[in-house]
């Protein structure tokens, strides 16, 4: 794992960082007809001048799920890398080098590099790897728990908080398994991203280990009340607008999308369902998300 430097007070180079942007984004969502779409490959999303975020198109695959490019002054980061290996149907490596030839058009220096994070390794999040082996200055972490664990020091303290430097911008990386045993958590201190995966977004939260998630949501609460959080990020958008009600599995027209972004307040939320829950196996509708256990018979 890198832990080189210090923390800085900002993002880079010690700089304070920028003010909280809204981020008000109509995403790209699908068409009624897959066949017909029009929409980019990628959506790319500058939120800051140092900070992407993409969102795969849902023709390619229903997932359509979003990805997080950010920029230090050593290297960048790219968390995940979607739900389709093939770089003829859903170009990441692309994208990603013009969105960094752009960026280091601005902001020249030699021998920069570019790490590949991930939240956890469902299909989904890890397919376009591949699309970035033998890519100069590119190191790729297999999101597989022994390789993900051995990268950020888990395996000797799970409860630590990891740093991962990008020159100046010190991201802090916590383990939170539940929707799987090697989910991890980013905290962007820049921005005041919470990256959260699988874990938590307005979606359906599978949950693989209930006693690992309830400790997870608790820990994500703790956190988040010691640190400036702006913005709590998962990876994909599947409630409506309509409270309790979700899109169906392989849904690639979602018309009614609700903001990518949730709350701090909501993971307060999502703990009071957890108690709601309890021991009761399968499916479980809130305003804002749905609960799947997956742990016990009978999941919805």
């Known amino acids: 794992m890198d832990t080189a430097g210090q923390q800085t007070d900002g993002a880079r180079g010690g700089e304070d960082p920028a003010p909280a942007a809204p981020l008000d984004v109509r995403w790209i969502h699908g068409s009624p007809s897959a066949k017909h779409n029009t929409d980019p ?52 490596r692309r994208v990603v080098d013009e969105v960094m030839k752009s960026w280091l ?29 033998g ?20 395996r000797d303290d799970p409860d630590a908080v990891a740093r991962v430097d990008l020159g100046g911008r010190v991201l802090e990386c916590l383990a939170t398994p539940g929707h799987h045993e090697a989910s991890v958590t980013f905290f962007d201190p ?32 703790d956190f988040c009340g010691r640190r400036p959080v702006t913005h709590v990020l998962g990876c994909h958008i599947e409630m409506t607008r309509e409270p309790g009600r979700d899109y ?21 939320d999502i703990r009071r369902a957890v108690e709601s829950v309890g021991p009761r196996p399968g499916r479980h509708v809130f305003d804002d998300f749905v609960i799947c256990r997956r742990d016990t018979p009978g999941e919805g």
């Not at 500058?46 to 390619?60: K, W």
């Open 41 to 92: 490959d990628i959506q790319v999303h500058a939120y800051d001048e140092h900070t992407v975020i993409l969102r795969q198109n849902m023709a390619i695959d229903y997932e359509a799920p979003f990805m997080f490019l950010l920029f230090g002054t050593a290297r960048a980061v790219l968390i995940d890398t979607g739900a389709t290996a093939s770089a003829d149907h859903f170009p990441l």
């Open 105 to 133: 058009a601005g902001h020249p220096r030699d021998d920069y590099g570019l790490l590949v994070l991930h939240t956890h390794p469902h299909g989904d999040h890890i397919a376009g790897d591949g699309q970035f082996t």
């Open 135 to 154: 890519r100069p200055g590119t190191e790729v972490v297999d999101a597989a728990l022994d390789s993900a664990w051995d990268f950020f020091g888990f």
């Open 190 to 221: 820049w921005t005041g991203f919470l990256l959260t995966g699988d874990t938590v977004y307005p979606g359906r939260l599978y949950v693989e280990d209930w006693a690992a998630f309830t400790r997870t949501v608790d820990r994500l609460i």
């Open 248 to 268: 169906p599995v392989r849904t690639t027209y979602q018309p009614d999308e609700p903001l990518l972004q949730m709350t701090t307040d909501q993971l307060l």
